[in-house]
């Protein structure tokens, strides 16, 4: 038997299902958005669900919220792990426990973090309590749901720090001393350090994290629709009310579904450039 | 091109005393080597010369300059790495050209000593590679050739042979050695291996448990060991404990002649190198093994229950079971400071 038939066989079973299984919800999802698997009606082929879609405010609405909460955490999650994982690089007293706090909110599930979040900013939460027994406010203040995403956003970022912090933290430690003994033994402060070996060579990890951090805000349901803004839809809770709540309308729900699919994709596609193109920049700086 | 001075400087890791109250002197365009054991604190002692360690006390000076608490970024200084650390994302050229852009050198300045120091050590064909494209010899040379590119007033090599094989090891030790000759920098090489120490270096510090146990030119550390250890680090030793009387230790081979006064217990020293085969030897004793190592014959000879190893030409045809008679000359025998009762 050839090698490569070999090969093959050896693999079908682990990545021709995934493969399979893949390949078959995303044909599902794309023909649904354009009339196929119609549960409502006749399968007809067509673009009408597309564009009665591209006509409807609450369906840019959304494609926008979901891309600026998807970047603005992936952003900030960046900005707080990157720090973070270089002040950890080497052991000190009390860093392996500060490494475990950090990495706590990934074994947390999303409704308990959402639960102990409500706790604290809730308009009976421990926040508001704080604040009206300080005598700062004579009654509670919206924290929860506020209109501009703040809390949604800090959750988030809390939720994703330990993905972040976990890459990023296996990419710097992955660089030996003496690589950056002999950057500063040829005349390279800490600045030059960090631009021209440190960034360069924890690039892919960072690239990693912010593709998936970007993928997994972007398709979130459950922080949205608990702790986002009411008047906002995410592209997944508007793909959840027309699939179901509101209209049993499948393949208007797919075609927000398959806008989510491209979102991550354009999301993969601008923060890899986005990497390459800071990484460059200061290369050359 | 500094001279070095380091003076009584101590290490302290915890509790262990890595370096105790060193001193030593490398005067400006030497080749001096820091020889020891693992743990004996070379490394140490290099890290402190380049800045990477603070000392815990004494200071480090070039050229008289108090260097102690100077960043190893403001060192006129350069190192060449036990693993290499070339920078894996950036090709041989731009590893070289790392240092140079550092310093802020006009960019002709730079592409002339990059391509200069890439055409004398054969780097010119592989400019565009990675460093994972390298064998371990190249590696070694983009090293060389990235601390070169600074041209600093010291090199310090912290063992940059040990990775390489025994025939590649020569071959860059020797390339090493001429192109301090011919660039003209001061040199601190560190390395447990005694045969690279003594064919590279004008003096040899050889460390032991933190301390210098002694320093020397090769041929005095070799020939003239002041103690135990420094004999039996550096090369094979034959090694007697007796007394002395009439310039001579009474041992179970016979007569051992030396140029020292009488005394009760003293350790005598000498390298099986310098034995002479003769008929009217004073000393003799049964061959019980016999080596052959090309141009040698590495032979173990036993009298009394002791075992000397003799190093004579490879020509000679001696059998195991042999009963020899030999001489070792007066001059070519040390007594040892740390002898028995010394």
Known sequence: ?285 | MPGIDIEGVAMRFGQVDALKDVSLRVPEGAFVTLLGPSGCGKTTLLNIIAGFLAPTRGRVLFDGQDVTGLRPEARDTAMCFQSYALFPHLSVQENIAFGPRQKRLERAETARRVTGLMEQLGLAPHAAKLPNALSGGQQQRVALARALAVAPGVVLFDEPLSNLDAKLRDQVRTEIRDLQRRVGFTAVYVTHDQAEALAMSDTVFLLNGGVIEQSGGPRDIYFRPRTRFAADFIGAANLHDGPISGGAMDTPFGPVPVDAPDAAHRTLCWRPEVVRLTEAGALSGKVAHVAFQGGWLDLFVTAGGQTLRLQVSGTHDIPEGATIRFDIPREAVVVLKDGANA
């Open chain 1, 1 to 285: 038997m050839p090698k490569a038939v070999k090969l093959a066989l050896l693999l079908a079973p682990a990545f021709g299902l995934v493969v399979v299984m893949m390949s078959l919800v995303i044909w599902r999802a794309v023909a649904q958005s354009f009339g196929l698997y119609n549960f409502n009606g006749e399968d007809l082929l067509s673009l009408r669900h597309w564009a009665e879609m591209f006509a409807t405010r609450r369906y840019w609405n959304a494609l926008e919220w979901s891309a600026y909460v998807a970047t603005t955490s992936a952003l900030i999650t960046l900005a707080i792990a990157y720090p973070l994982a270089l002040w950890l690089r080497k052991p000190f007293a009390g860093s392996y426990l500060l490494s475990a706090l950090l990495k706590a909110p990934y074994f947390v599930p999303g409704l308990v973090a959402v639960f102990l979040l409500l706790n604290v900013i809730a308009f009976h939460g421990i926040v508001n309590q704080a604040l009206m027994w300080l005598g700062l406010t004579d009654r509670p203040i919206r924290l929860q749901n506020d209109r501009n995403g703040y809390g949604l956003i800090a959750l988030q970022v809390w939720k994703q720090l330990p993905l972040a912090f976990l890459l990023l933290q296996g990419a710097v430690q992955a660089i030996p001393d003496p690589v950056l003994n002999a950057a500063r033994d040829l005349g390279a402060g800490p600045v030059a350090r960090f631009r021209k070996v440190v960034l360069p060579l924890t690039a892919r990890a960072m690239q990693a994290a912010s593709i998936l951090i970007f993928i997994n805000v972007a398709g979130d349901f459950t922080f949205q629709a608990t702790v986002g803004p009411t008047r906002e839809n995410s592209l997944a809770t508007l793909m959840v009310q027309y699939q179901g709540t509101n209209y049993g309308d499948w393949n208007a729900a797919a075609v927000v579904g398959v806008t989510l699919m491209g979102l991550s994709l354009v999301g993969a596609v601008v923060f890899t450039a986005l990497v390459q193109g800071l990484t460059r920049a200061m290369e050359r700086a």
